[in-house]
Every structure is written in structure tokens, then in C-alpha cells.
């Protein structure tokens, strides 16, 4: 049973370009949270999606960023103009029905 | 005042020291609380649940306090190994598994 992958691993962007991220959640969950993690702080919560739905974006910022889960396909987190301030480790998580998330590999995003 | 607070760190210890790390988080209504350890510019793995009784992991023992709303992990007999940031994390009440991290304690163990 794969993990939750997670792609592309590194994002190289410059200033004002977009960004798309990528997650694969493991097979049979229809549950996916994003989480970003600035250098040097920990992760923080961003959104929570299901199939087709977005439950919480609490912790999305309220510009440039969007996300979704269709119901065929990954989950994308997409990053519209990308700032300096964008750079950062993405981190997604999947789960089916139980407290335990299970964490991607994370994409590292630059921005030059 | 952050939900999540914990000791800054960074802890540099020998092998074969004890350590423990503390951490307290602001929602005295949250549901739900772990350890999880993360490796340099790796994802986050759970290390553990925390239970009020207590609950131990080999050389982990995790300890929850919810009237001080204060939780703890202590680790026994480091190991090289064991060299890595320790997140505290909690789930708020509501329902569905949203996790608060904190910022991360640093542990070192030298030869």
C-alpha cells in the first residue's frame, strides 16, 4: 500500500509566477489536510478537504491561494503569484477514519 | 499567546541520558494529543499518543496533565538515533482531526 506522495518534490518558481502542489492521498482515504511549514517554525494548518468538498480553509490566507480535492485525480494546492514569503516546506496529510494522519513527503518551494 | 508552546531547545545530551521535553497548549477543550518527531527536511512521523493515564513506548513514556494543560515526553537511554525536532501537537474540539503543532524542540544526542 503506497504512502501519501507528494508532487513534485521541489518547486523552483520566481516572484509572480504560479505554483501547483500536488498530493496523492493513500489508497481509500477521501480525507486530505495541507499544512505549511515556514523555516525554522513548525507546521501549520491550512485546509482540510474531501472528496469535492472543502471543509475548513480556516487557515488559508485569503489571497492567491486556493485548493481542491476533486473526485478523480490528486488533491492540487495552488499558489497564484507567488511572493518570496511563499517559501516553504508543504506538507500533506491523508486519513480514512481514524486519528492517525499520515504525512507526505512534503514539496519544498522556492521562490527566487 | 500561541496554542501550542514548547521548551526551544536545542537539548545537547550524551548517549545513554535521560531528556525531557514539556509542552502546553493554550484550548483547555482540545480533544486529542501526540508526539510527533520530525527529521531535517522530512515529513512528520507520529511518535506517539498521550494519554492522561500516561502510556509508555519502550524508552518513550508521554505523560498529560489536563488541569495544567501541560503535556510531556521523556526519553530514556538516548541513542544516536534518537537526534531529531520532537513537535508537540494537540486537536482542537469540533469534530474532525485538525492538527495545532508546536513549534518544535531540538534534541542532539552526541557520542
Known amino acids: 500500500n503506497a504512502g501519501v506522495m507528494q508532487n513534485p518534490r521541489h518547486l523552483v518558481r520566481r516572484r509572480g509566477q504560479e505554483a501547483r502542489l500536488r498530493c496523492s492521498p493513500m489508497k481509500g482515504h477521501s480525507h486530505v489536510y495541507w499544512y505549511r511549514q515556514l523555516p525554522e517554525e513548525g507546521l501549520k494548518f491550512m485546509v482540510y478537504l474531501q472528496k469535492e468538498n472543502i471543509i475548513d480553509e480556516s487557515g488559508m490566507p485569503k489571497e492567491r491561494f486556493s485548493a481542491e480535492f476533486p473526485k478523480e485525480g490528486p488533491s492540487i494546492l495552488r499558489i497564484q503569484q507567488v511572493v518570496r514569503g511563499d517559501s516553504a516546506a508543504y506538507f500533506c496529510a491523508s486519513f480514512f477514519s481514524t486519528d492517525t494522519q499520515y504525512f507526505g513527503p512534503g514539496t519544498r518551494l522556492t521562490v527566487l | 499567546r500561541k496554542e501550542v508552546e514548547q521548551d526551544p531547545g536545542p537539548f545537547n545530551v550524551p548517549e545513554g541520558a535521560t531528556v525531557a521535553f514539556n509542552c502546553t497548549y493554550s484550548?483547555?477543550?482540545?480533544?486529542?494529543f501526540f508526539w510527533y518527531r520530525q527529521d531535517c527536511r522530512k515529513e512528520p512521523k507520529l511518535l506517539m499518543s498521550v494519554y492522561s493515564s500516561g502510556n509508555e513506548d519502550g524508552r518513550f513514556t508521554a505523560q498529560l496533565n489536563r488541569a495544567s494543560q501541560y503535556i510531556s515526553l521523556l526519553i530514556r537511554d538516548s541513542k544516536l538515533s534518537d537526534s531529531a525536532t520532537y513537535l508537540c501537537?494537540?486537536?482542537?474540539?469540533?469534530?474532525?482531526?485538525?492538527?495545532?503543532f508546536g513549534a518544535g524542540t531540538r534534541l542532539a544526542v552526541h557520542p
Open positions: 501537537v494537540v486537536t482542537p474540539s469540533g469534530g474532525y482531526n485538525k492538527l495545532i
Open positions: 484550548n483547555s477543550a482540545s480533544q486529542s
